[in-house]
């Protein structure tokens, strides 16, 4: 079991030293970014030209559905979220610290990428995760 | 290249059969589209069979099995929700090509209840809940959303989809269900994933549905031509890249290019399409299609379904069978299904919701992942 939290997903990443970080693969022929490593574009098909980029940690709340129903053991309701990221990278996860109620939601709501544990889930070793979530920016 | 046309199609209702197998569900349906034609299964050159939750399990050969082992190919797809629509496709193309002149398309499914998507882990930590959802009627939801946030759209809108669509399944006696929703029923019913609740959520249901597709020469010799049915388009498109579509299923961008391919293989536009049954597994997509199909100009969705437009008795009615809402959306059987109720229409035999002097229909699906497959359809003659 490692002494320290495992990411979530493939494109968290957890520096030995220094904060977690989200990152993207961008193709130098036409500029899409992805979500984790790959080495073709699905955009444009180059091979080759994909590097490493830090995703920004703000963006904008694109789209969402506040979830009531899911699969058994899963708390509800939460937010499932679509955000824009300032460099226009697309990512879904869940916008937290916010009502769960359209009121309280709106459409391109600056929102913070925020690293947390992943809500106390564990793989069948015992490990634990680090996750990423949304919340509203904090208004300056 | 020959034309090719529907002679015979049929569609079991829709229900929960526990106690059939797969392959005697599409046998049902493939017998009674071969007695709508007068044919027998020696008639057929090859079987294209659709389905998803067997999708390694041979269920064309084992179906074949139950109903005449006559030794001809049988091609099994699997194409997410589009798998009916795919295995009609690949029967028409080989009619097409001139591989053969008389073939069987099955769809069947048979589907538990309860929530579609959102796997868990193979390894590491189930990820719904954490990073989003996966489940339909979340994903569904967020795509209703971005219409939403483009042109205002609202939770009322979405609604009517399912009260129209309920109540044309009023008339549908092969629909899973033949019951009135009013609007406060559908808007206070359960929420599952906002803004769809629970009844604007399509119903897991068991059922198969089938067609036999033939040359013209050969639905000549036969003498079908009188109630045959003309395959005038038959598109299937995948995603094209968009910018979100890796985290957010694009089902916009898929069909829209699949719908001007059809109107450009038909030779016909969306004004000439007299009724439309759509892929509305939530009632938020009804709405996306409306645009996507061409029906309206961007943004006029939410004033198509006010206005009674897509009703039955309306300018283009959408769904008349009760769309997969309230019919129900066996996945491998859908696209054969809604094959079944257009050319139903035209054949002028859909009785209490006939669609009156309907000469051209367009029966679309899409299957997340993503495939979208449109037919235009026009009675011969």
């Keep these: ?140 | 290249m020959t034309d090719a046309y529907i002679v015979g199609v049929d569609m079991i209702k829709f229900g929960r059969f526990p106690d059939k197998t797969v392959p005697q569900i599409g046998a049902q349906a493939a017998l009674m589209a071969l007695d709508d034609c007068g044919l027998t299964i020696q008639d057929m050159q090859a079987l294209y069979c659709g389905n998803l939750g067997q999708a390694s399990g041979m269920v064309g050969q084992r179906m074949l099995q139950e109903i005449g082992q006559t030794g001809i190919p049988v091609v099994n797809v699997a194409n997410a929700c589009a798998t009916g629509a795919t295995a009609f496709r690949e029967a028409w193309a080989s009619v097409k090509a001139g591989l053969y002149d008389c073939v069987l398309a099955v769809g069947v499914e048979q589907m538990g209840k309860g929530l579609l998507g959102g796997a868990g882990a193979k390894v590491g930590i189930p990820k719904e809940g954490l990073l989003g959802s996966g489940t339909m009627p979340a994903v569904f939801a967020e795509a209703g959303m971005e219409h939403a946030r483009k042109y205002g759209t609202t939770f009322e809108q979405f609604a009517k989809v399912s009260v129209k669509n309920h109540h044309h399944s009023t008339l549908n006696p092969k629909a899973m269900y033949q019951i009135e929703t009013p609007l406060d029923e559908v808007m206070n019913a359960e929420m599952i994933s906002y803004p769809n609740t629970k009844l604007m959520c399509s119903v897991n249901v068991d059922g198969s549905a089938a067609a036999v597709i033939c040359s013209e020469k050969k639905a000549k010799e036969l003498g079908l031509m009188n109630r045959a049915i003309k395959v005038r388009a038959s598109v299937l498109a995948s995603d094209p890249w968009q910018e979100r579509d890796l985290v957010m299923p694009d089902v916009n961008s898929c069909t829209r290019k699949a719908a001007a391919e059809a109107y450009e293989m038909a030779g016909v536009g969306p004004d000439d399409i007299n009724l439309i049954e759509l892929h509305d597994c939530f009632a938020t997509a009804e709405i996306l299609h409306y645009e996507n199909l061409g029906i309206c100009k961007d943004g006029e969705a939410g004033r198509l379904i006010d206005d009674g437009e897509v009703a039955l008795g309306g300018r283009i009615p959408v769904n008349v069978s009760g769309g997969l809402l309230s019919k129900g959306h066996p996945l491998g059987a859908t696209g054969i299904a809604n094959i079944y109720e257009v050319s139903t229409h035209l054949r002028g035999e859909a009785g209490g919701r006939q669609v009156e002097g309907a000469k051209i229909g367009l029966t679309h699906v899409i299957g997340l992942g993503s495939a979208c497959a449109i037919h235009v359809l026009e009675k011969a003659g």
């Design chain 1, 1 to 140: 079991m490692s002494d320290k939290p495992l990411a979530a997903v493939e494109y968290l990443k957890i520096p030995n030293d220094g904060e977690p970080y989200l990152e993207g693969y961008k193709c130098g022929d036409c500029s899409a970014t992805f979500l984790g490593e790959r080495s073709v574009c699905s955009k444009c098909g180059a091979r080759d030209q994909m590097s490493a980029v830090t995703l920004p940690n703000t963006g904008k709340l694109y789209s969402y559905s506040i979830v009531y129903r899911s699969f058994p053991g899963i708390e509800v309701p939460y937010v499932s979220a679509i955000v824009d990221l300032d460099d226009g990278t697309a990512i879904k996860g869940n916008l937290i610290n916010v009502d769960p109620d359209p009121d309280s939601i709106s459409f391109d709501m600056p929102v913070e990428v925020v690293y947390a544990d992943a809500l106390g889930r564990k793989d069948a070793d015992g490990n634990a995760y680090l996750s990423y979530f949304f919340q509203p920016a904090a208004t300056a």
